[in-house]
Each structure stands twice: as structure tokens, then as C-alpha cells.
């Protein structure tokens, strides 16, 4: 079963804008990770913030965490026609559980 | 780094027919996971392996699916017989430790039951 879901299902913007990606979970968690999947292609990490985190940078990525409304977002500034790929944020509840997967955000930047 | 590799990248085969797919983790990394992926939805945790024991495989349909990781490196699973509803894309992950890292995740192999 799906433990996250994110929010939208499918966001289409222009090269240089930027896109927010939601997710949402429902049990305590211990780390959200945020992955990239190119068509056809496997999962890339991205990033991973801890539940004593609340917002994390890497490059043009910026992610926040709020425990107290189970929500994550992901943002990706100037976006890039390259940045095409679905989103999927991961959860764990600690060392030797499982990585759960929510359904992903497909994102299209048109150039 | 080499990273993580599997093989087919795609199978198609008829129902109630035998299939197994093959993955070759990142060198030196002990956890070794299978997930499936249905179309558009995120991966699945079918069975996590640390060096060549299996730590979590609750949600492996045993009666069909099978897997080993002999010497705690390659690892093979298997279905036996295939059915319509095992068309799905089949993905080998791999880490250093279990916990809260970075999985590594290889292409996939994409299965098609018809």
C-alpha cells in the first residue's frame, strides 16, 4: 500500500518557472526522500530530510517538511526542460523499515 | 562506480509461463531490494535482502514469486506462473546499510504478460 500521496498528479509549466510538488502522509515518520524517474528509466535520489528537519536546499532544489500536518513539498526553481520526469516521495519510519513510495507528480516543462 | 545493473530490460511472455530477472548491485553494497512498479503509480517493496539473508519479504506473493541472493551479491527473482496482473515494471535497488540512505535504483526490467 501507498503511504504518501502527491499532490498534483500531473503539472505542466514553462522552461524557467518554478514547480511545486505536495506530499502528503498519513503515519509518524523518520525520513522523507524525494526521487526522480525519468521515462523508462530508474529512481535518482534527490534529496532526503529527517523528521528533525524542516527545510533542506540542494542546488535549485528546496524542500520543506512539516510533521505536525505530514506534509512535505519539493520545489524546483528555474526549471528546465530536462527537469521532465516524475516525482515520488519515499517515507521511513527508522532504521530497518521499508521505503514507501507515494504515486508520484508527473511534471512537464516545456521549453 | 558502476551502477546498479539488471537484465532483460524487457521480457514479454504468455501467461502461466516461468520468468526471471537478474540484478547486479553497486560493489560494496550490503541491502539489495526487489520493488514493482505499476504504471503510474510509485514502487512496491516486494523483498529486502541484507547481504543474503531476507529481512522483509511480506508483501513477496510466495506462491508464485521467488528469490535468492546466493553469496550476498547478484540476485534472481522469480515468478512461476506468470499471470496478466504481474505486467509491471520489476526494479533492483541497492544501498550500503539499511536505514535512512540513498537507495540506488537500476533501469528496470519491464514485464509484459499476455
Known sequence: ?111 | EAGVVQSPRYKIIEKKQPVAFWCNPISGHNTLYWYRQNLGQGPELLIRYENEEAVDDSQLPKDRFSAERLKGVDSTLKIQPAELGDSAVYLCASSRITGPETQYFGPGTRLLVL
Request: glycine share 8%; aromatic share 6%; net charge neutral.
Open chain 1, 1 to 111: 500500500s501507498q503511504q504518501g500521496e502527491e499532490d498534483p498528479q500531473a503539472l505542466s509549466i514553462q522552461e524557467g518557472e518554478n514547480a511545486t510538488m505536495n506530499c502528503s502522509y498519513k503515519t509518524s515518520i523518520n525520513n522523507l526522500q524525494w526521487y526522480r524517474q525519468n521515462s523508462g528509466r530508474g529512481l535518482v535520489h534527490l534529496i532526503l530530510i529527517r523528521s528533525n528537519e524542516r527545510e533542506k536546499h540542494s542546488g535549485r532544489l528546496r524542500v520543506t517538511l512539516d510533521t505536525s500536518k505530514k506534509s512535505s513539498s519539493l520545489l524546483i526553481t528555474a526549471s528546465r526542460a530536462a527537469d521532465t520526469a516524475s516525482y515520488f516521495c519515499a517515507t521511513d519510519m527508522g532504521s530497518g523499515s521499508r521505503l514507501t513510495f507515494g504515486e508520484g507528480t508527473q511534471l512537464t516543462v516545456n521549453p
